[in-house]
């Protein structure tokens, strides 16, 4: 039975109406990885699930340097979150974006796309909504200097790269021209060494025989991190050897840098001896670091829970909030034994709160998270890439192998991991066609009177 709830508040005005069931009611904040196969574990479950997104994709994020860097489609590995649910009858999808918790009656409050309010009931929350791009108290790096997050920054990215080809083709003068052909990367992480060495790899096959006035094969490609090695987190041995790759593709490695300030004409890098120097670039992505949802410390804040430096929520060890064992908040925004911010923690903690959820209901027993390290995996170059799979380090070819494995398996949808598998098979035949823009999307946003500037995007509701 569903009774429609009206109240007002304090000062007599009427509240959003609330849907009262008997079923168990769960809403699932943010359709990234963890929000996916937490709800995918409930809808056989006897229960009613609403999952709430500001996107209405889910966006498989390992793989947005390959749209940027024109290999797949963003359809590839953006599958429209009601096209996942459209056959589960217990599972309701909303585009919506979630602005406020009221805990202490179990209310999500959203916000339609068209203004409306939305008032949506929860039994049990599970907060889902990842990471955003930070850029260490320098917000105004983001106008000249796009992240990795979603979508769109991953189209921004593609049409900044290869327009600065476009550019450099029409450029008389000889440094300005060396200017638009030098790219930055700040980050040594794997999008950073993936995006790195993709355009190196763009330009050094398929756009080498597009252009008459320039040689593509003449850019530079630089890559900042403040470590000693790049991809640090997979050891000495490993990170050696990407660094190698690297190198031999011509990416010229920064290590040991902090950037210290970035416009439309390049960036200011400091080195470990404290000397600065300025590297003329008018293209940078930023893939540096990243900080918690805002939805994080609005959940953290109703609930008198803390956050970390990050912004993670710290949570119990069963992923719910202290005192609010309805509340789970889970995947890369959940603080909880210095687990990494990758997408099979996301898997598995979403995994872990439809289980919970489920053995509650069913008057089960509960455990505390338990998290399996599946390893890690980074793709340098053509047919090259290194993994870390639970003591088994491979690098080469076979290592490229098993990273092409691994992403047919979590890639949703046979029409995608079809689609997928012909992209990379043209790309390693030096073939690129998803490559769209015009001349408005071209340049660096200070360049751009109706340019506004604001922080990196946020991915999630």
């Known amino acids: ?21 008997s079923r168990h009611r769960i809403v699932v904040v943010g359709g990234g990885f963890g929000g996916l196969f937490a709800t995918r574990r409930l809808r056989r479950a006897r229960v009613d699930v609403t999952l709430v ?3 209405a994709n889910h966006v498989f994020q390992p793989m947005l340097y390959q749209c940027a860097a024109g290999i797949v489609a963003p359809a590839t590995i953006a599958p429209p979150l009601r096209g996942l649910f459209g056959r589960d009858r217990n599972v309701r999808v909303l585009l919506a974006e979630v602005h406020g918790f009221d805990l202490d009656d179990r209310i999500v409050h959203a916000r339609s796309p068209s203004g409306d309010e939305l008032a949506l009931p929860y039994d049990s929350l599970i907060l889902a909504t990842g990471m955003q791009t930070s850029y260490f108290g320098h917000d105004e790096f983001a106008r000249y200097a796009p992240g990795m997050k979603s979508i769109q920054d991953a189209l921004t990215v593609g049409s900044r790269v290869f327009g600065a080809f476009e550019v450099a083709e029409t450029t008389a003068d000889p440094a300005e021209r060396r200017a638009w052909l030098t790219f930055a990367v700040v980050g040594a992480g794997p999008t950073g060494v993936e995006l790195a060495g993709q ?10 025989h597009e ?3 320039i040689d593509p094969t003449l850019c530079r490609v630089l890559l900042f991190d403040g470590g000693k090695e790049p991809l640090a987190t997979f050891g000495d041995h490993l990170s050696g050897r990407a660094a190698r790759t690297l190198e031999s593709m011509g990416v010229e490695l920064h290590m040991g840098t902090m950037v210290t300030g970035v416009d439309d004409r390049g960036l200011d890098v400091r080195s470990g001896d404290g000397a600065v120097t300025r590297h003329e670039a008018r293209t940078v992505v ?4 990243v900080a918690g949802s805002p939805l994080g410390r609005l959940l953290a804040d109703a609930a008198g829970a803390k956050t970390d430096r990050a912004g993670r929520v710290e949570v119990l060890p069963d992923c719910t909030l202290p005192g609010r064992p309805e509340v789970f908040v889970i995947g890369d925004l959940m603080s909880l034994d210095r687990l990494p911010g990758v997408a099979e923690v996301a898997m598995q903690s979403g ?3 439809a289980r919970t959820i489920r053995h509650r209901l069913e008057g089960r027993p509960t455990h505390p998270f338990r998290y399996v390290d599946m390893g890690s995996m980074a793709y340098v170059g053509r047919g090259r890439a290194i993994v870390d799979f639970r003591g088994l380090k491979l690098s080469g070819f076979f ?8 992403h047919m398996t979590f890639l949703t949808g046979f029409s995608n991991r079809f689609a997928a598998l012909m992209s990379w098979s043209l790309a390693m035949m030096g073939t690129r066609r998803q490559r769209i823009f015009t001349a408005a999307d071209v340049g660096c946003p200070g360049e751009r009177p109706d340019a506004v500037a604001g922080p990196g995007s946020s991915p999630g509701p």
Request: proline fraction near 2%.
């Open 351 to 353: 995994m872990h709160a």
């Open 211 to 213: 252009f008459r006035r």
């Open 1 to 21: 039975m569903q009774v429609k709830q009206d109240r007002t508040d304090g000062r007599g005005a009427t509240r959003p109406s609330v849907v009262r069931s």
């Open 199 to 208: 355009i190196r790899q763009a330009a050094t096959s398929t756009l080498r």
């Open 286 to 289: 930023w893939t540096a670091g």
């Open 53 to 55: 997104d500001r996107s």
């Open 399 to 406: 290592g490229w192998v098993m990273w092409l494995a691994v």
